[in-house]
């Protein structure tokens, strides 16, 4: 049961850039550093791993490795999502989802479809995934969030949905989710900021931006949150907070690129139209990792 396997720290890892080709000798670092360092699974190509700006092949070869050098050590997660329902339901069939757990979908953007089509875009979605799908809301990229009796009706309704990444920020609706979901379908955070107070709350973990370059300190702070240790959960949140502000104070991954850049993981590249962080961001980071 997904609830089980992936409940924790999950991590929606970033893609290295090198020249602006996939630095796979990067790739490798990062997700041995964020293994080691206690995350329970692993996420490719989510939308931190700038996937709008990756074409097929080099999706399909950032899937490839992701799995040969995992090695079975965790979980991997694949994300596959888009505004094309149609489009979506042909790339589940294109990549290889041989060895992952399931696959992770954000919500159609730009269009901002109804309830209505939000709920048959993710009923298309299972039909066609060999796989247990994950629901992501993140209104505040795509433009429409998707409302909790959405979520709820797609749990009780569809089979092979099996779980949610929810980020639309809004507690009311994830209290609603978790008053109303079967209890065995599995609900994460989307954003890192409120990942305690939503497991406080009864949330099951979270797929992280943080957890690239804090991992062993965000994981222990999700534990200790899951064992309902909240004294000790609070003082690694809390001693994070400053982080999770400079991840997100430009754009959605310069600001992590960034970190792992001090870090010596990866070089501070993104594609356009993302540009890198800047130079007085990453003294605020370097000041912040000293």
């Given at each position: 049961?997904?609830?089980?396997?992936?409940?924790?720290?999950?991590?929606?890892l970033v893609?290295?850039?090198?020249?602006?080709?996939?630095?796979?000798?990067a790739?490798?670092?990062?997700i041995?550093?964020?293994?080691?360092?206690?995350?329970?699974?692993?996420?490719?190509?989510?939308?931190?791993?700038?996937?709008?700006?990756l074409?097929?092949?080099?999706?399909?070869?950032?899937?490839?490795?992701?799995?040969?050098?995992?090695?079975?050590?965790?979980?991997?997660?694949?994300?596959?999502?888009?505004?094309?329902?149609?489009?979506?339901?042909?790339?589940?069939?294109?990549?290889?989802?041989?060895?992952?757990?399931?696959?992770?979908?954000?919500?159609?953007?730009?269009n901002?479809?109804?309830?209505?089509?939000?709920?048959?875009?993710?009923?298309?979605?299972?039909?066609?995934?060999?796989?247990?799908?994950?629901?992501?809301?993140?209104?505040?990229?795509?433009?429409?969030?998707?409302s909790?009796?959405?979520?709820?009706?797609?749990?009780?309704?569809v089979?092979?949905?099996?779980?949610?990444?929810?980020?639309?920020?809004?507690?009311?609706?994830?209290?609603?989710?978790?008053?109303?979901?079967?209890?065995?379908?599995?609900?994460?955070?989307g954003?890192?900021?409120?990942?305690?107070?939503?497991i406080?709350c009864?949330?099951?973990?979270?797929?992280?931006?943080?957890?690239?370059?804090?991992?062993?300190?965000?994981?222990k702070?999700?534990?200790?949150?899951?064992?309902?240790?909240?004294?000790?959960a609070?003082?690694?949140?809390?001693?994070?907070?400053?982080?999770?502000?400079?991840?997100?104070?430009?754009?959605?991954?310069?600001?992590?690129?960034?970190?792992?850049?001090?870090?010596?993981i990866?070089?501070?590249?993104?594609?356009?139209?993302?540009?890198?962080?800047?130079?007085q961001?990453l003294?605020?980071?370097?000041?912040?990792?000293?």
């Amino acid at each position: 049961m997904l609830k089980n396997t992936l409940r924790g720290t999950g991590v929606a890892l970033v893609t290295p850039f090198k020249n602006q080709e996939i630095d796979f000798p990067a790739l490798g670092k990062l997700i041995d550093f964020v293994i080691e360092n206690g995350v329970n699974y692993v996420v490719t190509l989510g939308t931190t791993g700038e996937t709008p700006t990756l074409n097929v092949s080099e999706k399909k070869d950032i899937i490839a490795f992701t799995y040969q050098h995992v090695n079975n050590r965790v979980p991997v997660i694949v994300g596959i999502g888009g505004n094309d329902t149609k489009a979506v339901c042909s790339d589940l069939e294109k990549f290889d989802l041989s060895q992952a757990a399931a696959v992770l979908s954000a919500s159609p953007y730009y269009n901002k479809p109804t309830q209505e089509g939000l709920f048959l875009h993710y009923k298309a979605l299972a039909a066609a995934s060999s796989l247990p799908l994950l629901l992501y809301n993140v209104p505040g990229r795509t433009g429409r969030n998707m409302s909790a009796s959405t979520t709820v009706k797609l749990a009780n309704e569809v089979a092979n949905i099996a779980g949610i990444k929810e980020a639309s920020d809004d507690m009311n609706q994830c209290m609603e989710l978790l008053r109303d979901c079967p209890r065995d379908f599995l609900i994460v955070s989307g954003d890192d900021a409120l990942t305690l107070p939503q497991i406080a709350c009864g949330f099951d973990g979270v797929i992280s931006v943080a957890a690239n370059c804090f991992p062993a300190q965000f994981s222990k702070m999700v534990q200790h949150a899951l064992k309902n240790e909240l004294a000790e959960a609070r003082k690694l949140h809390y001693g994070l907070l400053e982080g999770y502000n400079l991840l997100f104070k430009e754009n959605n991954p310069a600001g992590v690129k960034g970190f792992l850049h001090a870090l010596g993981i990866l070089e501070n590249e993104l594609r356009l139209p993302l540009t890198p962080a800047t130079e007085q961001l990453l003294v605020s980071i370097r000041k912040f990792l000293s």
